[in-house]
């Protein structure tokens, strides 16, 4: 079983719509909690960072964390076609060998 | 502050031969992570170092090392290359600990013929 699940996509969605990820995640007693965006042939880039129960909010962008039923979201609000990418979602595990485990990401296209 | 660099961005190579890539961290961040990266595998995790100590090792053979320098700038090594080792090849670097937010470099992509 994968340890952090997100749906490949693609996601397709029109220009100025609401984007919406998700990630599910098994170890409960992961921490930390992040969003990557990673453009075609580039390197991942943080995006959002998410630690407690609820919405965060950073301009377009909103996190959702809810650790009672393991799921990580993101919203993207009036999405650009410039969104396009691959959003890797990435979770801390528990335990003595910390690190992040991540997604295989999900593939966004924004329509113009 | 100057973001991670990587060198070199590209490399190309035959079987049998060995690579060595480098990544130096942002200034002030200590710990190093390197992930390889290929279509449909997402990001493998290969290992960590923190203070010139591998802190994690995700499940690789020992084909596959990397130390870090006082200076926090940490290699990774591959020896005797596979056709399957062609990848994208990033590092990340963390304030403190490899569990929280993590910055990437550009990667080096490597073939092997």
């Known amino acids: 079983q994968k340890e952090v699940e997100q749906n490949s996509g693609p996601l397709s969605v029109p220009e100025g719509a609401i984007a919406s990820l998700n990630c599910t995640y098994s170890?409960?007693?992961?921490?930390?909690f992040f969003w990557y965006r990673q453009y075609s042939g580039k390197s991942p880039e943080l995006i959002m960072s998410?630690?407690s129960n609820g919405d965060k909010e950073d301009g377009r962008f909103t996190a959702q964390l809810n650790k009672a039923s393991q799921y990580v979201s993101l919203l993207i609000r009036d999405s650009q076609p410039s969104d396009s990418a691959t959003y890797l979602c990435a979770v801390s595990n528990a335990g003595n060998n910390r690190k992040l485990i991540w997604g295989l990401g999900t593939s966004l296209a924004v329509n113009p | 502050k100057a973001g991670v660099t990587q060198t070199p961005r590209y490399l190309i190579k035959t079987r049998g031969q060995q690579v060595t890539l480098s990544c130096s961290p942002i200034?002030?961040?200590?710990?190093v992570s390197w992930y390889q990266q290929t279509p449909g595998q997402g990001l493998q995790f290969l290992f960590e170092?923190?203070?010139?100590?591998?802190?994690n090792k995700g499940n690789f053979p020992g084909r596959f090392s990397g130390r870090q320098f006082s200076n926090s700038r940490s290699e990774m090594n591959v020896s005797t290359l596979e056709l399957g080792d062609s990848a994208l090849y990033l590092c990340?670097?963390?304030?403190?600990?490899?569990?929280?937010?993590?910055?990437f470099g550009p990667g080096t992509r490597l073939t092997v013929l």
């Open positions: 200034s002030g961040h200590r710990s």
């Open positions: 170890d409960r007693g992961s921490q930390s």
């Open positions: 170092y923190f203070s010139e100590t591998q802190r």
């Open positions: 998410i630690y």
């Open positions: 990340a670097s963390s304030l403190e600990r490899g569990d929280n937010e993590q910055f």
